[in-house]
């Protein structure tokens, strides 16, 4: 499922604008990385694509139909799933309640999905019954993912999935990341840790000022020696990609 944002204008305020006429597209499949300076934004970008912000003006749209201010709900119908930034687990839960919790939309199979998750996650079938909040940075990571996972998504926005993480598990975050894209899912990732994310993306999008300044495949951008510039904010050239 193909991501387009066509001009799209979003603020958490009217006289907040972050969003200014962004446009670009994350091909179905691939991952797409977004980077850029704080306030670039690639989070706003991730929360208006899920309906959490209506865009002021513009358009977005997956597999060319519009979505634009749908609800997170509607989206969730659409195949489209998040993981915010930061921990988003019920800490006093087991890992099982927050996994049923994750399919609560489902109306039917959801021990099927949870035990598709668990084999994905050894590590979180091992601590089925433990309290999330007991889990490790990587394992309450992992079953953030597996939670989502649990709808089949088409579509996986996911925000600095390594924060916190030691490098050992992120590798292994996204490790997993790129089978999901290889097996079809579209995923599009915002990442501060870019040099190990662009080691597994197929394309990177340099934000400046809620607009595209720059669009590379990941390999060629992972040797550009500018790179750090481009993360940290500043004019950047563009060129043919």
Do not use: C
């Amino acid at each position: 499922m193909a991501i387009e944002f066509r001009e799209v204008v979003a603020g958490y305020s009217p006289t907040l604008t972050i969003l200014n006429e962004l446009s670009f597209t994350a091909r179905e499949g691939e991952i797409t990385l977004l980077i850029g300076p704080n306030g670039a934004g690639k989070s706003t970008a991730l929360k208006t694509l899920f309906g959490l912000l209506t865009p002021r003006s513009g358009d977005i749209r997956l597999d060319g139909k519009s979505v634009a201010g749908t609800t997170p709900r509607e989206m969730l119908a659409h195949g489209v799933a998040f993981v915010p930034q930061g921990r988003n687990l019920f800490g006093g839960l087991s890992v099982l309640h927050n996994l049923e919790l994750g399919g609560i939309t489902l109306k039917s199979g959801l021990r099927e999905r949870i035990e598709e998750v668990l084999a994905r996650f050894p590590r979180i079938r091992e601590r089925l019954h433990n309290q999330a909040s007991t889990l490790s940075g990587g394992e309450q990571k992992q079953l953030e993912i597996g939670r989502a996972l649990l709808l089949r998504p088409r579509v996986l926005l996911i925000d600095e999935p390594s924060i916190g993480l030691s490098p050992l598990i992120s590798q292994e975050v996204f490790r997993l990341l790129r089978t999901l894209a290889d097996a079809g899912t579209t995923i599009l990732m915002v990442e501060q840790n870019v040099r190990s994310a662009l080691n597994f993306a197929d394309r990177a999008l340099v934000l400046e000022m809620g607009r595209l300044a720059l669009e590379r495949p990941a390999g060629e951008l992972l040797h550009e020696p500018d790179l750090h510039r481009l993360f940290l904010g500043g004019s950047v050239q563009r060129k043919p990609s």
